[in-house]
C-alpha cells in the first residue's frame, strides 16, 4: 500500500470525532489518474489527497469514485499537514489561514459541488433521519439555536459507493453559509465541528447574503488519526 497520512479533519473543540482523510504526500508515486482513482478506492475513505508539489500546495483529490476539482475537508486537512499560505486545487487558488489552534480555507461557493440543501424542523428530526437511498447528494440541517447561529447537520452523498453517510462535509458547509448568508458553527455526523463566514465580499452582497461567486471561509481543527 502507497505510504499515506491519515488524519481526523474537523474534530470536536475535544480534539473528538472528525471526518477521516487519507493524504499520499509524494504524489508522484501515483502518477496516473486511473492509479489515484484505485488507490482512492482501495482505502476506503470520503476523499483522498495527492500531494504533486508540497511546497506550492498543488494537491489532486479524489472520492472513491470520482476526481473532485475542489472539496473542503481534504482542503483544510492538507493545508493543515503541509503548513502552506496557500492551496493549488483544480478549482483554483485556495487561500489558507490559522487562528486560535483553526485552520481555515477560503473558496467561492460556485467551486462546490451541487448538493440538496434540505431544512428540518429540529435538530432531533434531523438525528433521527435513515440514509437515503443512493442518486441524490442530500445536506439535510436544522437550527440547534438560530439566534447564535448554531446549526446541527447530516450528510448523505448518495453516490452508492460505501460512503453512506459523510462525517464532515466542509464543501456542504460552504454552500449552505451562502444560502444563509451568515456565520455558522455546524455540529455534524457523530460531533464533528466545522465554522464557516462570509468573506468581505459576501458581507457587503447588497441582499445580505453572498452570490455564488464571493469567497465563504470554511474553518475547523485537525488531528492525525
Known amino acids: 500500500m502507497t505510504d499515506h497520512n491519515v488524519l481526523r479533519v474537523f474534530c470536536d473543540p475535544d480534539g473528538r470525532h472528525g471526518n477521516e482523510l487519507a493524504v499520499v504526500r509524494d504524489g508522484a508515486s501515483v502518477p496516473s489518474e486511473s492509479g489515484r482513482q484505485k488507490l482512492a478506492r482501495e482505502l476506503g475513505f470520503s476523499e483522498t489527497v495527492f ?19 475542489f472539496a473542503g475537508h481534504p482542503c483544510v486537512g492538507a493545508a493543515w499537514l503541509l503548513g502552506v499560505p496557500r492551496l493549488v486545487t483544480p478549482a483554483g487558488v485556495v487561500t489558507v489561514r490559522r487562528v486560535d489552534g ?114 465563504i471561509e470554511v474553518g475547523g481543527r485537525v488531528r492525525h488519526a
Open 51 to 69: 500531494v504533486d508539489d508540497p511546497e506550492r500546495g498543488l494537491i489532486d483529490i479524489y472520492t472513491p469514485t470520482l476526481r473532485l476539482p
Open 102 to 215: 483553526l485552520v481555515w480555507i477560503a473558496a467561492p461557493a460556485a467551486w462546490a459541488p451541487p448538493r440538496t440543501l434540505r431544512e428540518y424542523g429540529s435538530a432531533a428530526e434531523v438525528e433521527a433521519l435513515p440514509v437515503p437511498p443512493p442518486g441524490e447528494w442530500v445536506y439535510a440541517w436544522a437550527w440547534q439555536d438560530e439566534a447564535e447561529g448554531r446549526v446541527r447537520a447530516r450528510a448523505f452523498p448518495g453516490r452508492g459507493d460505501g460512503i453512506d453517510e459523510d462525517e464532515a462535509t466542509g464543501a456542504a458547509a460552504l454552500l449552505l453559509t451562502a444560502h444563509l448568508g451568515r456565520a455558522l458553527t455546524i455540529t455534524q455526523g457523530r460531533g464533528s465541528q466545522i465554522l464557516t463566514t462570509p468573506g468581505p465580499a459576501g458581507r457587503s452582497a447588497g441582499a445580505g447574503r453572498p452570490g455564488a461567486h464571493d469567497t
